[in-house]
């Protein structure tokens, strides 16, 4: 759960917590998405370009896929 996003001259480092539903497909619903906490405006902006193009696997009961609520930690950090 690293995004590193070079070329940006930022020179800083932060984190975003984003809370959205994975529906049955794997795919986030876009229309769920909140931010929990964002060090950065510029930061809560890229991870939220990048949900779109996230796959997950679904959650399960039993066997079948059904949606359910996430919530992930995405660090941003300067590599060294």
Do not use: C, Y
Not at 6 to 27: A, M, N, P, Q
Request: charged fraction near 30%; aromatic fraction near 8%; glycine fraction near 6%.
């Amino acid at each position: 759960d690293h995004l590193q996003i070079k070329d940006w001259g930022l020179g800083i480092e932060g984190h975003v917590i984003i809370r959205f539903v994975v529906d049955s497909t794997g795919v986030v619903d876009m229309r769920t998405i909140l931010t929990v906490e964002a060090t950065h405006a510029a930061f809560d902006r890229a991870v939220r370009d990048a949900l779109p193009l996230m796959r997950f696997r679904p959650a399960k009961v039993g066997n079948k896929p059904v949606r359910q609520l996430a919530e992930q930690l995405f660090r941003f950090e300067i590599p060294r």
